[in-house]
Every structure is written in C-alpha cells, then in structure tokens.
C-alpha cells in the first residue's frame, strides 16, 4: 500500500471514532477501565515476581556439624563446602555465638536458658546459595561431606511461600488473560458499530476491486487508535494509584515495601500499552474479517 | 472473454439457482439474459466477479477459471469487471465526482490519474455539468449514469448490468441504453440481466434465457420472448 493510501485509510479510521462518538464513548470508557484493571495486574505480577525473586535470595542453608569436631576439621568442612558450585558464601557460626545470637533473640527473657546448663547448639556454617541453585539437591550434596550432620533451609516453610506465590501468579496471569479476551470483544463491538455504519461503502468498495487489506486498513487503524488510547488512559491512572498504594504501604507495612516505580514502571506501562493496542488491532481485524466472510 | 462450462449452483439453503449451464460469450458481445425471477441471471453475475462459487462446473474470464483465482487476485478480477445496478449503489454523502473517483481511489490509482480519468467518463455519460452534486439531487436516470461512469472507469473488459434499467422510466432507460451501446462499441462486453422487452426487443443484441437454472434459449439478434 503506498504512503498516500495509508495516510488516507489512517484518518478515515479516526472519522469512524468520531462518526461512532456517542455509542463509542461508553465502550471506551469500559475499554479504559478493563486496562486499567489489567495494569494493576501486571504491576501486581511485578511485585510478585519481585517477593518471590527476594525469597529465594534470601535462602540460606544451615549445615550443622557433627559434635566433637577439632577447630582443624572444622575448617576443612568449611573448605569442602566452599568448593561446591552452588555455594556463593558459606560463614562459619561457632556454638557459642549460636547460642549469643538465640539469647538476643530472647531478649528479655533471658530466664528460658537458666533451665539449659549447657550450650546445646552445635557448630554450623550458614550458607548463601547462588542465584537459581536447587536447594534440596545442595542440601543432599551438603550431608554428604564428611562432618556435617545436618542441612537445613526451612523445606516447608520456602516450599509453602513459592507455592502460594507461584499460585496466586498463576491466578493473576488466567484473570489477565481472560480480561484481555474481554477487552477485545469490546474492540470487537465498537469496531461492528463502525463497520455496520459503512457496511454499503464497504460492499461498493468489494464491488469496485478494492483489496481485503484495503477495506480492514480503516478499521484496524480505529481499533489501534481505541486500543492505544484507552491503555495510555490506562496507564496514568495505574500510574497515580501505584504512587499513592506505595505511599500508604511503606507508611503502614514498611516491611513489604512495593517495587519503586522506577524500576520497571516503563517496562510495566509499555506493556500495557502495547497490549491495549494489539488488543485494539486483533478486536477489529477479527470484526471486520467476520462481516466480509458473511 | 466468458465462458461456462457445465456450471451448476446450489445455494447452502438446497435452492437451486443454475444447473449445467454451457454458455461462451466472446469479446465485445452483447448479452441480454431474460427470464423470470429466480431464473439464475443474477447468480450467473455473481459467478463472474467471484461473488459466489459455482458448485459444479467451470467459470473461465478472460482466459482464467475464477474459481482458482488466489484470494489477491479477485480484486484484480473485479476491475476488469465492472458491474451496474438496478439500485445504482452510490454513497449518499459523496459527491458525483467522488463516487466515480471512489472507484479509482481503491485500486490506488494516483490523484493526478484521477483527476484526469474522472472528468473525461463524467463526459462520457453526459454529466460532467454535476460533478459536484449529491446522489439525491439527481434524477434516477442521472444517478445510474453515475454508476455505469463509476463502473467503466477502469476501462473493464466486461461490463454487467443487472436490471439497470429496472427503476427507470421509459425514456430514461432508453437513453442508459444508448449509453450501454455506446460502452460496447469501445470494446467492452457487456452482459444485461433484464425484464424490460421493449428494450432487448428494439436493441436486436443475442439473448439468453434462462428459466429454472437453465439455460433454454440462446440466440443471436433474440427478442424477449419467442
């Protein structure tokens, strides 16, 4: 299609907005709405992803040693774990500082260890994976060296949070699929409206030797326009009410703080334009491939 | 230019519209199809440009079988054909010169070509004085003419006309017809779906009746009835 002829369908589609204005206006307002709705997801799927990405970097496995270890032997183990690839830091906790770290952890109520006469934790290493290690398998591979008792990384607990985190994702990413489906049924009517106005131009323009991609140009244009505005819409007032969420959540929760807006707000944004406007395009080449097939 | 070859059509609701019908129109022919309504003359049409699909038997215009045309081809196809109706089909808010423009405007033909294209078929049917009016300002004569200038602007090969004359009166359908005549001398074939026997009996053209999907007479210099 040549520049001229692109130029030319491009503003009949907005004609087709305007001509269908009144009607169109309460779909539109739906349309914004619906992305708006899908905005939050997504900056809500960021944050998820984000908690998650947190938990798992915060991981750390405790390798208790067996009893009766020479300091020698101690630092050997040490050095068998530092070995292993997965390992990004492994910190050596004596007994004794177990046991100060357990007391300030009771602060207060120190009365608990007057029952203990003697120091019942053992030695351990604390140890920081790297990013993406299985921890189960470190942990097999971990036991296995000569002098460990024990390794640990709170199985059930990590193991509940990811499957509640990976879950509730899951859930985000079906409602989001299933309003995207829904904001382009919506495209898909306000685009009918149009079509159905121009229903006699489009059979003389099929008449005359027009191409399909001429007759759907128009229309897919008005279908982006919608789209694209609707989620630019969108957007802003996802926009002001992440800033003002994030204000009230670092006010009353501060230890669940919600990811900067700089961080992946363009990202996040982009996305939901670029979505609205792909939704706004797929809503009416489907409309308007429907009244040609009839 | 237009040949059937054992063509049939049977509408998805069981309705049959043609049954094997042989029928070899040559360049520059013209054609008169009579018979009642529901006879198969407009779905004889429709088969031409590709509206419809035969069930049974080729199309073959200008050399290729419509049927097989790729879905970028039809198109194509339908600039070589132009077509006439008896309801003249123009848009209501454009112009004259728009509408035949319009024509124009989807095959993408530049302005400058235009511009030089539409005064001179505005001419042709005598109505260069309203390219600037309305489809309702003009008389149903004047608006038909539109519709043939908008239909043979391309220069097609093959003309079809489906009952243009149907929404005419006398005088007027005469003065379309002459035009028709006048389209046919420089070279275009054209093919006439009509019940008006005054005038396929005054033109003294080949007629071809259809009655019940078949074809049943076909005849060179016919009248309308037998």
Same mark, same amino acid.
């Given at each position: 299609?040549?520049?001229?002829?692109?130029?030319?369908?491009?503003?009949?589609?907005?004609?087709?907005?305007?001509?269908?204005?009144?009607?169109?206006?309460?779909?539109?307002?739906?349309?914004?709405?619906?992305?708006?709705?899908?905005?939050?997801?997504?900056?809500?799927?960021?944050?998820?992803?984000?908690?998650?990405?947190?938990?798992?970097?915060?991981?750390?496995?405790?390798?208790?040693?067996?009893?009766?270890?020479?300091?020698?032997?101690?630092?050997?183990?040490?050095?068998?774990?530092?070995?292993?690839?997965?390992?990004?830091?492994?910190?050596?906790?004596?007994?004794?500082?177990?046991?100060?770290?357990?007391?300030?952890?009771?602060?207060?109520?120190?009365?608990?260890?007057?029952?203990?006469?003697?120091?019942?934790?053992?030695?351990?290493?604390?140890?920081?994976?790297?990013?993406?290690?299985?921890?189960?398998?470190?942990?097999?591979?971990?036991?296995?060296?000569? /002098?460990?008792?024990? #390794?640990?990384?709170?199985?059930?607990? &990590?193991? $509940? %949070?990811? @499957?509640? *985190?990976?879950?509730?994702?899951?859930?985000?990413?079906?409602?989001?699929?299933?309003?995207?489906?829904?904001?382009?049924?919506?495209?898909?009517?306000?685009?009918?409206?149009?079509?159905?106005?121009?229903?006699?131009?489009?059979?003389?323009?099929?008449?005359?030797?027009?191409?399909?991609?001429?007759?759907?140009?128009?229309?897919?244009?008005?279908?982006?326009?919608? /789209?694209?505005?609707? #989620?630019?819409?969108?957007?802003?007032? &996802?926009? $002001? %009410?992440? @800033?003002? *969420?994030?204000?009230?959540?670092?006010?009353?929760?501060?230890?669940?703080?919600?990811?900067?807006?700089?961080?992946?707000?363009?990202?996040?944004?982009?996305?939901?334009?670029?979505?609205?406007?792909?939704?706004?395009?797929?809503?009416?080449?489907?409309?308007?491939?429907?009244?040609?097939?009839? | 230019?237009?040949?059937?070859?054992?063509?049939?059509?049977?509408?998805?609701?069981?309705?049959?519209?043609?049954?094997?019908?042989?029928?070899?129109?040559?360049?520059?022919?013209?054609?008169?199809?009579?018979?009642?309504?529901?006879?198969?003359?407009?779905?004889?049409?429709?088969?031409?440009?590709?509206?419809?699909?035969?069930?049974?038997?080729?199309?073959?215009?200008?050399?290729?079988?419509?049927?097989?045309?790729?879905?970028?081809?039809?198109?194509?196809?339908?600039?070589?054909?132009?077509?006439?109706?008896?309801?003249?089909?123009?848009?209501?808010?454009?112009?004259?010169?728009?509408?035949?423009?319009?024509?124009?405007?989807?095959?993408?033909?530049?302005?400058?070509?235009?511009?030089?294209?539409?005064?001179?078929?505005?001419?042709?049917?005598?109505?260069?004085?309203?390219?600037?009016?309305?489809?309702?300002?003009?008389?149903?004569?004047?608006?038909?003419?539109?519709?043939?200038?908008?239909?043979?602007?391309?220069?097609?090969?093959?003309?079809?006309?489906?009952?243009?004359?149907?929404?005419?009166?006398?005088?007027?359908?005469?003065?379309?017809?002459?035009?028709?005549?006048?389209?046919?001398?420089?070279?275009?074939?054209?093919?006439?779906?009509?019940?008006?026997?005054?005038?396929?009996?005054?033109?003294?053209?080949?007629?071809?009746?259809?009655?019940?999907?078949?074809?049943?007479?076909?005849?060179?210099?016919?009248?309308?009835?037998?």
């Amino acid at each position: 299609m040549k520049i001229r002829t692109v130029l030319r369908l491009a503003w009949q589609g907005l004609a087709g907005l305007w001509r269908t204005r009144f009607l169109g206006t309460a779909a539109f307002t739906t349309i914004v709405l619906a992305l708006m709705v899908m905005g939050i997801f997504l900056v809500f799927l960021a944050n998820l992803s984000h908690l998650a990405q947190g938990l798992e970097e915060r991981v750390q496995l405790r390798v208790f040693l067996a009893d009766g270890l020479s300091p020698e032997a101690m630092a050997k183990v040490g050095e068998q774990i530092r070995t292993l690839p997965e390992v990004e830091r492994a910190t050596f906790v004596s007994r004794s500082e177990a046991l100060e770290r357990l007391k300030r952890q009771f602060a207060g109520r120190e009365e608990v260890f007057e029952l203990v006469e003697e120091n019942p934790l053992p030695d351990s290493y604390v140890v920081q994976p790297a990013p993406g290690t299985d921890w189960a398998k470190l942990s097999r591979a971990l036991e296995q060296i000569e /002098g460990v008792e024990r #390794a640990t990384y709170g199985e059930e607990i &990590v193991r $509940r %949070a990811l @499957l509640f *985190l990976r879950m509730t994702t899951a859930a985000t990413l079906a409602a989001a699929a299933f309003l995207a489906v829904a904001i382009t049924f919506i495209i898909m009517n306000v685009i009918r409206l149009t079509v159905y106005a121009r229903r006699r131009e489009i059979e003389i323009m099929r008449l005359v030797g027009a191409s399909d991609s001429y007759i759907h140009f128009p229309f897919l244009c008005e279908g982006f326009f919608l /789209g694209f505005c609707g #989620a630019l819409l969108a957007a802003l007032g &996802v926009d $002001r %009410a992440y @800033l003002w *969420l994030s204000e009230q959540m670092s006010r009353s929760i501060p230890f669940l703080p919600l990811l900067g807006r700089d961080a992946f707000w363009l990202q996040a944004m982009s996305a939901l334009i670029g979505l609205g406007a792909l939704m706004g395009v797929v809503g009416s080449y489907l409309s308007v491939k429907r009244f040609l097939r009839a | 230019m237009i040949q059937f070859h054992k063509v049939s059509k049977v509408y998805p609701n069981g309705a049959l519209a043609l049954l094997k019908v042989d029928l070899h129109i040559p360049p520059v022919d013209f054609v008169f199809l009579v018979g009642p309504s529901g006879a198969g003359k407009s779905t004889l049409m429709k088969l031409i440009i590709r509206q419809e699909l035969p069930s049974e038997g080729q199309v073959v215009v200008n050399g290729k079988n419509v049927a097989r045309l790729r879905k970028s081809e039809i198109p194509l196809l339908r600039r070589k054909v132009g077509v006439i109706f008896q309801d003249f089909k123009l848009l209501p808010d454009r112009t004259v010169w728009e509408n035949v423009a319009f024509a124009l405007e989807v095959a993408e033909v530049s302005p400058r070509e235009i511009r030089k294209r539409v005064p001179a078929i505005l001419q042709l049917v005598g109505l260069e004085h309203k390219a600037s009016a309305l489809p309702g300002e003009l008389s149903g004569g004047e608006q038909q003419r539109v519709s043939l200038a908008r239909a043979v602007v391309h220069n097609p090969l093959v003309l079809l006309a489906d009952e243009p004359t149907g929404n005419l009166d006398p005088a007027t359908s005469l003065e379309i017809m002459e035009l028709l005549e006048r389209i046919n001398l420089r070279g275009t074939t054209v093919v006439m779906a009509t019940h008006n026997r005054e005038i396929v009996d005054r033109m003294k053209k080949r007629v071809v009746a259809l009655e019940g999907g078949r074809v049943v007479r076909d005849e060179q210099k016919g009248r309308y009835g037998r």
